[in-house]
C-alpha cells in the first residue's frame, strides 16, 4: 500500500537522530526501527544516545520527544501518557534540548497526545512531539513530505489529530459465516485476522497492517464483526489469548484493540438466566470477564456493541434502555481504562410497508436522544454518519447534533457495501469530507468538532467522541481488492486525523504508493477525483436510496426493497418518487434538525437538489434548481455516469506500463465490471422510470 | 403417509391366497411380506403353495401372476420380463388356475408389464397380474378401495400404467451445497439418501419410502441433483457402492435406480483432456464406467443428464449437439440396458434483457426439434411440462407434440419451488391433470398419450418416455414439510400411472391417510381442491409468472426478475403488461404449436384469459372473457386470493382433535405463514400495479 521503501528515501539517505530512551516504549521502538531500516537501505545513518551536543548539530533530521509541557523528555507509549513522567536531565537530553528548545517556544505550551511538531528548522529537519505517537505520527508526516521535507529554508509547523479517537473496526467473523461469508460486507478475500475460528499462526501481515494504519495515525481497532455470532463471542473470555496475540501485534503502532461483544453472553457464555444490565449477577459477570481480558491484555481499548438491532441482543429484552445497557459495561470496563462504543443504529427491521407513519430515519433519533446526559463518561455513542445506512448520499443524521452531553463517534463506510464494492471506483473522501465538514450544529460547529468536542468561537466544549471507520481490507494480495479502494483507507485516516481536502489527501496517497510520475498523478486524480460523484450519477437518484439488489447489496434493482420490513421505500409510482420527511405533511423527520437545516430540508423551494427525494415526494416533471426536471435528471445522470466510467476506464488504460503490471491488470479488470455494471444500472433505472412515467428522454437516447 | 396400518385391516382379516414362487423374485416377496404382516396384524391368515384347488377357493382373496399369455405362471421380478418363461404346471398353480382362469377371458390376451386385474370374482377377491409389480400394484390398489374391494358383487377391471417408466427425480445433493442446501430446491429437511457425501448408514427411511413408491406405481429414481457438483460427480465411479445399496432398498419395490452424471465427467473424474462426444477416448471412458456400474447393480436403470443448461457442462463445447451428446451416454448403457434421460431444460440463462426478439420460451423448441430422429432409443428426451420452468401457470410446452420419432419424458415439479414452497398448502393434481390430458397434438393426442407412446384412432403408435416428477420429500418428519404436500407426491404417481381426476385421486389419499372420518374427508377437500387456483389467483397473474424474489424464489418481486439474464419478463409498464409472443408481432413462439393452438393462442380474441399474459402484451383496461379488465383481475384476484386463504385456515382449525395433533399442529403453522404470506403478495402486486396504472380498485379495497 502507502508505505513502499521508496518512499524512505528521502530520510534513509541523510543522518539521524532519534532522541528517545529505554522508557519510551514501543512505539518510540517503532520510529526507532523505521530510521534504522530506511537509513540502512538507502546509505544515511541512525544516530541514537549517547551523543553530545556537537554531534546532535552535526544531524540532518532530529525527532525527539519532548514533555507534556514542552520540557523535553519521555513519555511513555501508553495512550494517554502518565501523568506526572519525571523529565530526565542526562548529557544526550541536553544535546537534543539545544536542538530543539527554542522551537517549543513556537508552538503549544501543552503538547497534546498524538501531537507533532514538524520542520525546517536552522537547516535541519526537526520533528517533535509529545508521546512516541505523535513522534511516530510525526515521521511519517515527514516522509509523506519526501525531499521536500528535508531541504529548504526553516517552516515549522505544529500538527494535531482533531479527533482522539481514530478507529477502524473490522466485520471479520472468525468463522466463515453461512451468508455473509468470513468478512461481513467484506470485498476484499478472508480476514487477516483469524481463520477457521482462531487467529492466524502469522500474524506478519497483520503487522503490516498495523504499521500501515500507525503511519496515518489510527490509534484503535476494532477486531471482529458487531454482529457477534456464537464462535466470535468467546473470543472474550475462551480465545482471549488470541485476541493478546494481536494486541501485540497493533501495540508498536500506538493501536489499541477492541472486541465486538455480544449483549447476550452472561446467558450464551456466562450460563446465567438474564442479561439483564440491573441485575448483579450479569453486572458481576461484565466485571469478571474484563478482569480476565486486562490480565491478559492490559491496555485493552474497551468494546463495540451493536445491540437491539438487526436481531443482535440488547436491552429492550429486560425492559431497560440503552442508556441502562452502555452503562452496565462501561462501569465493568472503568476499573481498566476502556471504552464502550455503543451503536446507535437501532431501528424496527420487521417494519410495515404498508405503514407510511413509520420512519427508518427517525429512528436512532427517536431511541436515543431521550438518553443526552445519561451515558457514562467512558461511553461512545457511535453514530452513523446518515440516518438510514451508508447510502451513496444521504443528510448527515441529526442525532449527532442532538446530544451534546453525550460522546459521539461519526461512522462511516470504508468498505463499498453500498458503493461498488471494490468493484466499482468510487473514491469516499469527498463524501467524507463533506459530512465531516458540514456544519450542522446551531451554532455552526461542523459534525467533526462535534466528534471531536471542540468549541467554535464562544462555544463551550462537548464530550469528545470520535470518527470510526468500518474497514475494507482482507487478505487479497491488494488488502482492499480494487488497488484504487487503498485510497479509502489512506483517506479515511487522514480525515479522521483532521485533514479536510480530500483531493490533497488523495495527492498525498497517490505520491506514496506511485512516486512522482505526473502522468501517473495526473491520470489516477482523473479516475479518482469525481468517482464517488461519478457512482452516484448511475445509481440511486437524488438521494432516494436503497435501488441496490437486496442480500448482497450490488447492483440494481429499483423496486427491490420497495415492499421489504426494512423501511427503506422511494415510492416511485407513474407520478413521482420519494419519501415526504417534512413536518407539514410527511414522516417530521425534519424537525430533528438544528435551524437552519430544519427549515433548509422542509422546503422543497430550499432543499439542495441531491437530497430533494430523501425529503420530498415531488412529481416526475418537478423542476431541480438545476433546470432539470426530476425525470430528466434520472436519464441525464445514467447516462452520462455511464460515459464517464467509459472516459475512466481509457484514462487508466493510458498507465499501462507506468505502473506494476499485477496493479494495473487488477484495475483493469476492476473497470471493465464496473463499466458493465454502471451499464446496467443506467439502463435498468432508465428503462424503469420510462416504464413508470411514460415520459421520454428528451435527448432522445435509447431506453430499452 | 399413505400406508398407515389400518389402511390393510380390511384384507389383514382375511384368508389369504398369494400364489407367486420362488423364482418371482424380490417384488413378490414384497407382496408376500405385506399380505404376512397384514394378517399376522389383523387375524387374517396367509397361504402360499403348495395348496390344493380347494384351499384355494377356500380363500376370501387370491394374489397371482399369470403369465404375459394369460397363463398362469410366474414371472421374474425384473422388469420387463424374461420373454418365454416356462408356465408351471404343478397341482400349485393348477389350483389357482381354477380360480382365475375364466377372468383371464374378460382381459387382455396379452398382459403387459404393471398391468393387474383386481376385482371380485366368484364371491372373493381376486387380483392377478402379469409380473411381480403388477402383483404388488394390484395389492394396492385393493388396499386403496379398502372394504369395498372385499365384499359385495362380482365386478372385475384390468388396470395398467399409462406411461411405462414412471420416475422421480430427486435434486439430493451428497454434501451440503453453499447457496442451494442439501436438497436442491427441497422444502423437508436434508437428504433421505445423502449425509455428508456418503449414503446414509440407516437406510430404513429409504425403505419405507421405497414401499411408499412402489404401492402407487413408480417405478424408477434418480438418486441425485441434476446439477451435478464435484462431490456428486463420484458416485459414478468411487461411491457405486453406496448407490448399490440404494438400488437395494428400491429393488424389492420394483424401482430401478438412476444417477445424475456430469457431461465432463471423463475430464473431471477420468482424467482426459476432453469430454467430446465422438472422441474414442471419451466414449471407451463412460463404457467402462458403465461397465463397473453394472457389476455393482445389474438393473441399474441408467442417468439423468442436465447439460448446456444452466452451467451445466455440455456437447456444445465441443461443436457438438445434443443428439451427440445423448446418444454417446446412450451406446455405453446400451449392452446393460440402460437408459438415458436427457433434460430438454436447455436456454441462455445469460440472456441480455434489453433484447425482445430472444425469447426463452422459444429456446427447448428451437435446441431439440432439428434433432428429431437423431437420439438412440434408449434415449428419453425429458421436457418440462411448460416451456419456461414450473411456473404456476404456463400453456404446455410445444416441444412434447413436436418430436414424433423421439421417446419423450414430460417432467413436472413435486417440489413446489414456484407454488409456494411446502409453506403453502396447493395441491397440484390439478395442474398436471390439465397438462397431462391437454390435447395438444394435431390428432388431437394429449401430452399424456404422447409420453406414453400411445396412438389415439387411427394414428400411430410413437416411441413411448415418461412421466417423470421431482419429489418434494426429506428428512422432516413428515417426509414433506407440509404434510398435505404428501397428497402432491400420491397424486403425481397416479397421475402418472394413468389416473385422470385429480380429486379422486386426493380422495384415496385422504382415505389411506386419515380413514373415513366424513368430516376430515370434507375439510381436506375444501382446503385443497382448489388450491392451486387459490395460489394462482394471489400470486402472479394471467400466466405472466416470475414475480418472485430472485434466488429462492419465495415470495412476492415484480420487478425481481425484471432487468436479469434469465429470460423471464413482463414487460409491465404504466400501460399495460404481458409477452408479444404472437408471430405477427411477437417473438413467434406462437408458431411452435400445432393447429389448433398455433391460432388459438395467436389471437387475443381467442387465447383463454389464463394464459392472456403469457401470449400478449395488452393494455390493463383489456377486457377479459371474463368480462373483466385485466387490471381489476389482479385487484380482485388479490383480494379473493388471500380471503380464501383465510377461509382455508378456518376450514383446518376445525379439524383440531380429529386429525393426529402433531399432523394438525404443522398444518397449522403453515397455513399462518400461507395467510402472512399471501397477504403479502395481496398488497405487494395490488399496489405495484396500482402505482404503475394509476387506475383504482372499482370495489374500493384498500391499496397501500
Redesign the interface.
Known sequence: MWLPDEAFRPLGSRRVLVAVGPDDGPVAETVVAEVAAATERFGGSLVTSPVTVDEALACDVVLAIVGSAGTVGTASATMPPPPGHPPRTDPYLRAVQAVVEDLLALGSSVLSPGMFGLGRHRGRTVVVAADAAGLLYGLHAMVRRGEAALSGLDDFVWDLPVSSVRMLDHWDNTVVH?VMGQVERGYAGGSIFWSEGRVRDDLSRVAQYARLLGSVGINAVGLNNVNVHAAEARLLTDHVDDVARLADAFRPHGIRVYLSVSFAAPITLGGLETADPLDPAVQDWWASAFRRVYEAIPDFGGVVVKADSEGQPGPFAYGRDHADGANLLARALRPFGGTVFWRAFVYDHHQD??DRSTDRARAAYDHFTPLDGRFDDNVVLQVKYGPMDFQTREPVSPVIAAMPRTRLAVELQVTQEYTGQQQHACYLGPQWAEVLEFPLAEDGRSVAYIAAGLSEGDGQPTPAGGIVGVSNVGTDEFWTGHPLAQANLYAFARLAWGEEDPVAVLDEWIGLTFGDDPVVRSAVHAVLDDSWHTYESYTAPLSVGFMV???HHYG?????YE?TAWGTYHY????GIGVDRTRATGTGFTGQYPSPWRDVYESVETCPDELLLFFHHVPYTHVLHSGSTVIQHIYDTHADGYDEVVRMGGTWESLRGRVPDAFFDRVSERLAEQERSAR?WR??VR??F?????IPDATGRTI?
Open positions: 453461512p410497508w404498508r439488489r437486496p442480500g440494481p434493482d429499483v423496486d427491490g415492499y416511485a409510482d407513474r407520478d446496467e439502463d435498468h428503462s424503469a420510462f416504464r413508470r412515467s411514460g430499452y
